[in-house]
Nanobody, 121 residues
Framework: QVQLVESGGGLVQPGGSLRLSCAAS????????MGWYRQAPGNQRELVAV???????NYADSVKGRFTISRDNANNTVYLQMNSLKPEDTAVYYC???????????????WGQGTQVTVSS
């Protein structure tokens, strides 16, 4: 059973920083993409930052220069460092992985349970 467990959300003032973590319960055989999405009330879920299969990164325009995605392959963990946070960054942040769990498995997409980030004074 694959689980993605997020942590690190919370309440922070504008201009502050948070670091989100996403720990996978297993080591994936292949990773097509792994990263972070967010969903604010009344909005669709949107991509924030993601690693692609080639190792490159993609960021939403709204977070470029403020957020940084990184990973620790040895611990099956992906991080999202969020700096200069703004009220409009308030959302539930979800970890996402499109992966294969073994050489005979198909590509599947997994989601974490989400972690709330609130930016407010």
């Amino acid at each position: 059973q694959v689980q993605l467990v997020e942590s690190g959300g919370g309440l922070v003032q504008p201009g502050g920083s948070l670091r989100l973590s996403c720990a996978a319960s297993i080591t994936f055989f292949s990773i097509n993409a792994m990263g972070w999405y967010r969903q604010a009330p009344g909005n669709q879920r949107e991509l924030v930052a993601v690693f692609t299969s080639g190792g490159s990164t993609n960021y939403a325009d709204s977070v470029k220069g403020r957020f940084t995605i990184s990973r620790d392959n040895a611990n099956n963990t992906v991080y999202l460092q969020m700096n200069s946070l703004k009220p409009e960054d308030t959302a539930v942040y979800y970890c996402n992985a499109n992966v294969r769990t073994g050489p005979m498995s198909i590509w599947r997409t997994y989601w974490g349970q989400g972690t709330q980030v609130t930016v407010s004074s």
